[in-house]
Nanobody, 124 residues
Framework: QVQLVESGGGLVQAGDSLRLSCVASVRTFSSYTMGWFRQAPGKEREFVAAITWSADSTYYADSVKGRFTISRDNAKKTVFLQMNSLKPEDTAVYYC?????????????????WGQGTQVTVSS
């Protein structure tokens, strides 16, 4: 079982930056591919970014490419999402998710474990 706890969300203005963190309570964190997803009100949950368990590959949604950066610190069992140049359309609840030895898929069904989410609100 993997428990994930996100933090770092908040209310910011357009153009600002935020750094989300997700801490995992699992002994074998380094064997999990980690993903970030987001869900805006009335919309489906969508893929944002993923980093493979080996940390040799990262993937991004087109809407965040060049603005967001995913990274991980296996010693701290933490995955990060650095979000720069935030836009009002980035407003959503952001979730981290874990997929053991995953490929970095953008599909939600590939991830077995999910955090409770952290709210990000970007005002114009």
């Amino acid at each position: 079982q993997v428990q994930l706890v996100e933090s770092g969300g908040g209310l910011v203005q357009a153009g600002d930056s935020l750094r989300l963190s997700c801490v995992a309570s699992v002994r074998t964190f380094s064997s999990y591919t980690m993903g970030w997803f987001r869900q805006a009100p009335g919309k489906e949950r969508e893929f944002v970014a993923a980093i493979t368990w080996s940390a040799d590959s990262t993937y991004y949604a087109d809407s965040v490419k060049g603005r967001f950066t995913i990274s991980r610190d296996n010693a701290k069992k933490t995955v990060f999402l650095q979000m720069n140049s935030l836009k009002p359309e980035d407003t959503a609840v952001y979730y981290c998710a874990a997929d053991r030895y995953g490929s970095g898929s953008p599909r939600t069904v590939k991830y077995n474990f999910w955090g409770q989410g952290t709210q990000v609100t970007v005002s114009s």
